[in-house]
């Protein structure tokens, strides 16, 4: 009897025991299940949305059938919040690269709403996504002010119209990227409303008008690049207080007018394009205070007047283009003091006297085009310097510009020059004899390196 019971007891403890890991096995796989992230069902419904909106030729369902943030196409980025669900924060749309799978438009792209309801989106990106079908930045855009860092409209020939002004809303924006696009009119002041902007580039649009004032008043901003639009005006002062500024590109616009002294407040400038514009009056003496100025373009202006003598102050440089701005007078000897400097173009000009001796000792030099002035007597430079250089190296078209017989014989063929001995005999009307109109080498070498020096700065991603 005894026996019999104990057995029972057993089983029934047994059985107890059974059930109690049962029941907590069963609560854990339950919790499981709830504790997997899943997408916010109305973010999910608008990811599809928005590329059948970039792409209709694509089933995007059919191609990826699960959860978008955690099996979705590249490109769509998600965080997941406190409360286990998946949040889309980061579009990036269109081709890109072959490296850069991202989801790619079609021929008729457009911008379906739906992209409005992520309500966490900090980073959009359209990248050559409108290339046939007009379509316009869409003013609802201000439904993403809360959350959105970073806007990038690139590459979108038929992205057209005008800047909508509520972009200005967005204060919670730091990089706002609208280039290579079809957009017209004017900048609107409202972009002055957006105090946390790093970086703003409107770059090769149609846009048209002054500068704003509000820019000026961006603090925070270290990239401005408005180049390659139809902007008129003279530049700002208030562009000058950007004290964080590294990289300001003007160039390629219709602006007017001098340069100011107080530039010099742009201490932390390190690219200073305002080439191909219409500006005006010499060049202020105290451009020789950005000490931290590493390229300088201010080619194609209407200068015509003399260089300051300020550059052994710009110990940075690596390059200086003033092609084409009616420079008069000496070549200044402190250029020879720029012992960083890669290429200097100062071609096109009305520059007089000898070449400096100390600009041919330059021991980083690969590209110099003094073509197209009216220099004169030896030039300074070493047979080796001319190996080194070789094509990059442009003199021609110089009244009086000769070569020394010391000179080794390939020499004087590459430049293009007569010997000194025989220049006052074979001078008729003020040009030597065999000194052919070579500009257009010349004018093709200075815009090579400009797009270089341009992409090596972006490269270093300032």
Known sequence: MAAAAFVSSSSSLFLLLLSFCLVVLSRSQQMNAQEEPVTDPVEAAAVFQVLQGINYEIDWKGMFPGDPCTGGPHGITCDIDSNNVYHVVELNLGWVSDYVNNPPCSFNASIHPAIFRFKHLKKLFFYKCFVHSPVSIPPEIIQLKDTLQHLTFQNNPSLVGTIPVELGNLTSLERLVLAENSLEGAIPA?????????????????????????????????????????????????????????????????????????????????????????????????????????????????????????????????????????????????????????????????????????????????????????????????????????????????????YEHSMVSDVPDALGLAPCSSLSSSTQGGSPAGLPASNSVASFSSAVFHVFAILLLQMQRL
């Not at 060049?283 to 202006?301: E, I, V």
């Not at 283009?321 to 008069?328: H, V």
């Not at 310097?385 to 070789?390: D, E, K, N, Q, Y």
Request: one cysteine or more; hydrophobic letters at 40%.
């Open 190 to 402: 409202e972009v002055g409303n957006l105090q946390t902007l790093r970086q703003l580039v409107l770059s090769h649009n149609r846009l048209a008008g002054r500068v704003p004032l509000t820019i000026g008043g961006l603090t925070s901003l270290v990239i401005l690049d408005l180049s390659e639009n139809k902007l008129t005006g003279e530049i700002p002062s208030q562009l000058y207080s950007l004290a964080e500024l590294r990289k300001m590109d003007l160039s390629h616009n219709r602006l007017q007018g001098p340069i100011a002294d107080d530039i010099c407040n742009l201490q932390a400038l390190q690219f200073l394009d305002l080439s191909y514009n219409n500006l005006s009056g010499r060049l202020p003496d105290k451009l020789g205070q950005l000490a931290s100025l590493q390229y300088l373009f201010l080619g194609s202006n209407l200068i015509g007047a003399e260089l300051p003598n300020i550059w052994d102050s710009l110990g940075n440089l690596i390059a200086v283009g003033l092609s084409n701005s009616r420079y008069a007078g000496p070549i200044p000897a402190s250029i020879g003091a720029l012992q960083k400097l890669n290429s200097l173009s100062l071609d096109g000009n009305q520059f007089s006297g000898r070449i400096p001796s100390n600009i041919g000792t330059l021991p980083n030099l690969y590209h110099m085009n003094l073509s197209a002035n009216s220099l004169f007597g030896p030039v300074p430079f070493t047979s080796s310097l001319v190996g080194r250089l070789g094509r990059n190296l442009i003199v021609r078209n110089n009244t009086g510009l000769c």
